[in-house]
C-alpha cells in the first residue's frame, strides 16, 4: 500500500491470476517522466485520474488536459459502486476512502473555466510557426518580425499587434530586405491571410494579457494537498494544432521560469500531456529536437510529463527514453502498425520470465496494465501485470452547475476574467503613421512658402476670415471688355492731339453709360 513516498497504482498478478504485490510510484522519481498508452476505451484516462489523485494527496501540484470532459470528476468525491468496490478488494485497498479533490478549471475559450491567456512575445516565432503551419520562407519572415520588434520596442501582445506589425514590415519590404534577406509581400500576405484564419478558429481568445502566471498552476491548499488545474479540452481539440502548441509552450514557460532543484524527495509539478501524439503529428525536426530537449532538461526543474496517447510509436524514440515509469493498457493488433507498435511496447519494458509481453498486451483486460516504474537507484523495475485501483472521487464527469459553483469558489476567480489591453505594437505603429502624416503635410506647406498668391476676379480668393477676424475682401466685378470697347480703346491709343482723346473718351464713356 502507498505511504508518504510513494502512489499505489494497483497489485501486480501471478500467472495463476492470484494477488502478488502492490505496484507503487516513488514520488522521488515522479520528476523521471513517465508513459501511459493503450487503445481507447481501455482505462487509460482512469489510469491518470488516479496518479493525479496520488500526486494531489502528497502535496504535488498537477496540471492536465481533459480531453472528454471524463477528468473533471476529480472535483467531486466519489461514490461506492458495486464495481469499485470489487476492484478495492482485488488489489487490497483497505479501507478504501472517497475524496474530492481542489481543482482548478481552465478554458482558452474561458467558457469552461477561467481564461487562460499567452502573449506573443511569449509564444515566440518557432512555435507561432508551427501552431501556423508556415513554409520555411514565412518562417524566416517571422523571426524577422519578432527582430524588429526588439529593435524598435514594439510589444508583441495580442494577434492584431502582430498583425499590424506584418503589415508595417510588407509597407517597408524593400528597406528591410536589404537588411534581413529578401522578404516579399505576398509571403507576408500569405501569413496574414494564415492569422485570419487562426483568429476565426478562436486563437484571438488565447493570445493576450493578463497571461497566465505559473504561480497560479503551482499551488497548494492548507491541508498541504497539490491543486489540480484541469484544462478543458473538448472544444480546443477542434483546433489539435493549437492544442499541441499551447501545452508544449507551457512546458516551454516551466523550464524557463523555474529554478534549478537537481532531484527532490517528490515533483514541484506534474503535468498530463494527453493526445500526445497532436504534439509529433508532422512536426519539423526543429520542434521535436526542442521538445526532446525540455523533457531532458526539465526533470532537475523539478517537473514532471507524463505523455498519454493511443500507440507508443506516436513518441518520437529520443523523446520515450527519456519515459521511466511505464503504464501500457491493452493494445489491437490487426494492421502491421498496430502489431509494430505491440512489438516496440513490449521492447521498452525490462522483461518478466512469467509472461511474454507482447502477447500480454493484447489480452489485456479493460482497468488492467502493464506496469514499470523505477525503482532504487532509478532502475526500471521488472515489467508487472496489473489491475489498476479504482479512483477516490467521482468517476465521470461533473454537471455544469458543478462545474461554475467550483470556478465561482477558485482561488483565482476575477484575476483572469477582463482582457487588458495595453499600448502595444498596434498602437505605437498606429500613432507612427500618423506622425508621418503630419510631418509630411507640414513639409508640404514649407515648400509652397507658407502662404497662397491669389489673382483677384479669378475665382480663387480666399472668403474666409484671416487672422485677426478680418475678411478677405469680396471679389471685385469683372472688368473684362466687349469687342466694341476694345476698338474704341484701339483708337484712342492712336489718337495724338489732347483734344481728339477727350473726344473720343467722351464717345467711350457715353456707350459704356448706355449698356
Known amino acids: 500500500m502507498a505511504d508518504d513516498t510513494s502512489i499505489f497504482i494497483g497489485a501486480s498478478r501471478k500467472p495463476d491470476d492470484s494477488y502478488q504485490r502492490p505496484e507503487q510510484l ?15 476505451g481501455t482505462g487509460k484516462t482512469v489510469t491518470l485520474q488516479i496518479l493525479a489523485e496520488g500526486f494531489s494527496n502528497a502535496g504535488v501540484p ?45 478554458d482558452l475559450f474561458g467558457e469552461q473555466g477561467h481564461p487562460i491567456r499567452a502573449t506573443i512575445s511569449e509564444m515566440g516565432p518557432l512555435l507561432l510557426s508551427r501552431l501556423m503551419n508556415l513554409t520555411d520562407a514565412q518562417e524566416g519572415i517571422m523571426n524577422i518580425a519578432f527582430r524588429i520588434a526588439d529593435e524598435e520596442g514594439l510589444l508583441l501582445l495580442d494577434l492584431k499587434d502582430l498583425q499590424a506589425l506584418l503589415a508595417n514590415i510588407a509597407e517597408r519590404a524593400e528597406e528591410i530586405s536589404a537588411r534581413y534577406g529578401n522578404v516579399t509581400k505576398p509571403s507576408v500576405g500569405a501569413i496574414q491571410r494564415t492569422l485570419l484564419v487562426l483568429e476565426q478558429q478562436g486563437a484571438a481568445n488565447f493570445f493576450g494579457e493578463p497571461a497566465l502566471r505559473i504561480s497560479d498552476i503551482m499551488r497548494t491548499t492548507r491541508d498541504g494537498r497539490g491543486a489540480v488545474s484541469v484544462l478543458a479540452a473538448d472544444k480546443l481539440m477542434m483546433n ?48 521535436i529536437d526542442r521538445v526532446e530537449q525540455v523533457v531532458r532538461l526539465i526533470r532537475s526543474k523539478g517537473v514532471g510529463v507524463y505523455f498519454v496517447t493511443q500507440n507508443p510509436l506516436d513518441i518520437p524514440e529520443k523523446v520515450l527514453a527519456q519515459l521511466g515509469n511505464r503504464v501500457q493498457h491493452a493494445l489491437r493488433a490487426y494492421t502491421p502498425r498496430e502489431q509494430q507498435a505491440v512489438r516496440t511496447a513490449a521492447e521498452t519494458f525490462r522483461p518478466n520470465p512469467d509472461f511474454d509481453c507482447a502477447t500480454t498486451i493484447t489480452q489485456l483486460a479493460t482497468g488492467e496494465a502493464l506496469v514499470s516504474t523505477l ?46 489591453d495595453r499600448e502595444s505594437a498596434f498602437e505605437m505603429l498606429q500613432k507612427k503613421a500618423r506622425d508621418a502624416q503630419d510631418a509630411e503635410a507640414q513639409a508640404q506647406q514649407a515648400g509652397t512658402g507658407g502662404s497662397r498668391w491669389t489673382i483677384p476676379g479669378f475665382g480663387n480668393d480666399d472668403p474666409a476670415p484671416q487672422s485677426g477676424g478680418r475678411r478677405a475682401p469680396a471679389p471685385r466685378p469683372s472688368n473684362r471688355q466687349t469687342v466694341a470697347e476694345a476698338a474704341i480703346k484701339s483708337v484712342v491709343r492712336s489718337v495724338g492731339s489732347s483734344v481728339g482723346r477727350a473726344i473720343v473718351r467722351g464717345i467711350l464713356g457715353s456707350l459704356s453709360r448706355g449698356r
Open 26 to 40: 516513488l514520488l522521488q522519481y515522479g520528476n523521471r517522466h513517465g508513459l501511459v498508452t493503450g487503445a481507447t
Open 62 to 106: 498537477v496540471f492536465c488536459a481533459d480531453i472528454k470532459g471524463d477528468l473533471s470528476g476529480i472535483a467531486m468525491m466519489g461514490t461506492a459502486q458495486d464495481f469499485l468496490v470489487k476492484r478495492a478488494a482485488q488489489v487490497k485497498l483497505d479501507p478504501y476512502d472517497f475524496q474530492e479533490f481542489p481543482v482548478i478549471f481552465w
Open 240 to 287: 489539435p494544432r493549437l492544442y499541441a502548441t499551447f501545452l508544449l509552450w507551457l512546458m516551454s514557460e516551466l523550464f524557463e521560469e523555474l529554478p534549478e532543484v537537481g532531484d527532490p524527495d517528490q515533483p514541484k509539478l506534474v503535468f498530463f500531456f494527453d493526445e500526445a501524439h497532436l504534439l509529433f503529428d508532422e512536426a519539423p525536426k526543429v520542434l
Open 375 to 420: 525503482e532504487a537507484k532509478g532502475v526500471p523495475s521488472m515489467v508487472q501485470r496489473t489491475l489498476i485501483r479504482p479512483p477516490s472521487s467521482r468517476l465521470g464527469p461533473i454537471t455544469p452547475a458543478e462545474r461554475q459553483k467550483l470556478i465561482a469558489e477558485s482561488p483565482v476567480t476575477g484575476q483572469y476574467d477582463q482582457v487588458i
